[in-house]
């Protein structure tokens, strides 16, 4: 049984409407509001068509601030921080020293010598606790600031009611501003490929802040279980660890868990040329040796079965992966999923074999992801 050490002050708002508070990072998280398959399409339907909200206070929202903060977060993370300006946020990934990926995370940038890197389940906040350990920095968990994500392309309608401005934020960018009277940093963020935004606030504002949303959004926004997430971040290439990782899915040969950023796909958050973060030399030493690639697999024609986790995948009947993850969706018109595969089949349009876990065998194809927004035209549009 999970030992639940952090509390959500919307915890009362989920279980009002069904919520089932299950272990994600410590918290209870709304997983599911009810288990039934017309409830999760209806949240998945509700972000891609209008806008959903969704409690993600179980991420670790993390202060790194003084004097050598932006020299910390430098050597933690894969990103050049000195590129990144006040008011700006990127995200970023985080190394062991072997030059594995442990954690990703997105890194804020408040004000000087003030930052916010916000991360999920990996050990991001201990790289940095190490790190700074003799420095003039201090590393700071704060649980207090709630984090509530409005996402779909109603979101901008939504908030620009109360602040009108909101539509001149850029993706990734962030305002310090006033949300129904209560104090708010608002970031165009998300992690479900539509054009959304976070909200930062104090606990005490959470409630306050969740009911007006839902009572300006009207029949334009839903509370959404978290578990929708899977659903939308399977289409948008969007990767949560270790769900993905060789941590679930181990190597045959018994090598240690740990996947590089070329494997991955997410080579791309290292910023050009940079040396001297954790694991550097040993990521860079990696690249052109991947064991697998983190891929796109479609299922053939008009084929609406769902690829299940653990389903197995072959090519001319050879065992070339795994899917990871995978979605049906009747809205975009395709059964799309997440897999590990062989390098050598990672190209588009390569024909394979998606065998289930109860033996049932789907033609399918490999193709490069994201399925969603290709050109990321939504998730960045202005206005």
């Not at 779909?152 to 009611?161: C, R, S």
């Not at 501003?177 to 539509?194: A, C, F, K, P, Q």
């Not at 891929?295 to 084929?303: E, F, P, R, S, W």
Request: aromatic share 10%.
């Amino acid at each position: 049984m999970a030992i639940l050490w952090r509390t959500s002050a919307l915890a009362g708002r989920h279980a009002q409407i069904g919520g089932e508070l299950e272990d994600w990072n410590g918290m209870g998280t709304a997983w599911f509001y009810d288990h039934t398959p017309e409830r999760a399409k209806a949240d998945y339907e509700a972000i891609r068509t209008k806008a959903g909200l969704m409690d993600v206070s179980g991420l670790k929202k993390v202060h790194v601030v003084g004097e050598d903060a932006a020299y910390v977060i430098d050597r933690v993370t894969t990103r050049n921080v000195e590129k990144i300006a006040p008011g700006r946020a990127v995200y970023a990934c985080i190394l062991d020293d072997r030059g594995f990926f442990v954690d990703d995370c997105v890194i804020y940038h408040i004000a000087v010598n003030s930052w916010l890197v916000v991360h999920g389940t990996g050990t991001g906040m201990e790289q940095l606790t190490k790190v700074a350990a003799a420095k003039n920095c201090a590393v700071i968990m704060d649980d207090d600031l709630h984090d509530m994500s409005l996402q779909g392309p109603k979101a901008v309608d939504i908030l620009a009611k109360d602040i009108p401005a909101i539509r001149d934020l850029a993706y990734f960018g962030l305002i310090q501003t006033r949300l129904y009277g209560r104090d708010v940093m608002i970031s165009r963020t998300g992690y479900t490929g539509e054009r959304g935004y976070e909200i930062f606030c104090r606990a005490k504002d959470a409630v306050h802040i969740w009911d007006n949303v839902l009572e300006a959004g009207g029949d334009d926004v839903r509370p959404t279980q978290f578990s929708t997430l899977d659903m939308l971040r399977i289409e948008s290439y969007l990767l949560f660890y270790p769900g993905d990782n060789s941590e679930t899915f181990p190597f045959e040969d018994g090598s240690p868990a740990g996947d590089s950023l070329w494997e991955l796909g997410l080579d791309f958050t290292v910023s050009p040329e940079k040396v001297g973060f954790i694991g550097s030399e040993n990521h860079y030493a990696m690249k052109g040796k991947e064991r697998f690639k983190i891929y796109g697999v479609q299922l053939q024609g008009d084929a609406m079965d769902q690829m299940e986790m653990f389903a197995r995948v072959k090519h001319d009947g050879k065992d070339v992966g795994v899917i990871t993850y995978g979605l049906s969706s009747e809205l975009n018109g395709y059964s799309v999923a997440i897999a590990r595969l062989d390098p050598s089949v990672a190209s588009p349009g390569t024909q394979l074999t998606v065998v289930q876990p109860d033996g049932t065998e789907l033609a399918a194809t490999a193709e490069e992801m994201p399925f969603y927004d290709k050109d990321k035209s939504i998730r960045t549009a202005k206005g």
